[in-house]
């Protein structure tokens, strides 16, 4: 998809498109629509970042609650986004063993418990294994260093959406 067919698209088209590149988030697809046109991928990508660093602690926290517990409910019962699918599949999220899921569904509630949002890790760029590392690490991060990670998280998720839906040929996962 050109960036001429992206700046012609009417609201709804775009956010249509556009409206999971951050999880269950349409709302910032919309407010990023109003700031047409994107010379580049690179500008559009920007302007979804530039709406999250603007928001308050709060909203941040929002958009990390939209996103699901890694091999958790959701993808048990079949009702993960397509994207968030199809990335944990990627991952070796949707194999694990009982034992593995046992461990990661233990680990994500003490997590949730201590930050009170879902772990978030962009999980294309990740194996199973770096990902329980990471979350049996960052368990032990303050609140604030925390958010921030995982907004960083939130950005290369995004990120690797946007390539999806722009430039569909195979592109790296390294940023």
Request: aromatic share 6%; with cysteine; hydrophobic share 40%.
């Given at each position: 998809?050109?960036?001429?067919?992206?700046?012609?698209?009417?609201?709804?088209?775009?956010?249509?498109?556009?409206?999971?590149?951050?999880?269950?988030?349409?709302?910032?697809?919309?407010?990023?629509?109003?700031?047409?046109?994107?010379?580049?991928?690179?500008?559009?990508?920007?302007?979804?970042?530039?709406?999250?660093?603007?928001?308050?602690?709060s909203g941040k926290e929002g958009i990390l609650r939209c996103h699901?517990?890694?091999?958790?409910?959701?993808?048990?019962?079949?009702?993960?986004?397509?994207?968030?699918?199809?990335?944990?599949?990627?991952?070796?999220?949707?194999?694990?063993?009982?034992?593995?899921?046992?461990?990661?569904?233990?680990?994500?509630?003490?997590?949730?418990?201590?930050?009170?949002?879902?772990?978030?890790?962009?999980?294309?760029?990740?194996?199973?294994?770096?990902?329980?590392?990471?979350?049996?690490?960052?368990?032990?991060?303050?609140?604030?260093?925390?958010?921030?990670?995982?907004?960083?998280?939130?950005?290369?998720?995004?990120?690797?959406?946007?390539?999806?839906?722009?430039?569909?040929?195979?592109?790296?996962?390294?940023?």
């Amino acid at each position: 998809m050109e960036m001429q067919v992206v700046n012609a698209m009417n609201y709804e088209q775009f956010v249509d498109v556009f409206g999971n590149v951050i999880e269950k988030c349409p709302l910032i697809a919309a407010a990023v629509w109003t700031k047409r046109p994107f010379p580049s991928v690179s500008a559009l990508e920007k302007r979804f970042g530039d709406f999250i660093d603007s928001l308050p602690r709060s909203g941040k926290e929002g958009i990390l609650r939209c996103h699901p517990d890694l091999a958790g409910r959701d993808l048990l019962r079949g009702t993960l986004s397509a994207e968030s699918q199809a990335e944990q599949n990627r991952a070796g999220l949707t194999t694990l063993t009982a034992s593995q899921r046992f461990q990661l569904t233990e680990l994500n509630a003490a997590y949730k418990n201590k930050f009170h949002f879902p772990f978030v890790i962009c999980a294309r760029m990740n194996d199973r294994e770096s990902i329980m590392n990471q979350l049996s690490s960052r368990i032990h991060n303050s609140p604030e260093q925390e958010l921030q990670i995982s907004i960083k998280e939130v950005l290369k998720i995004c990120h690797l959406r946007l390539l999806d839906i722009i430039s569909p040929v195979a592109h790296t996962t390294k940023l």
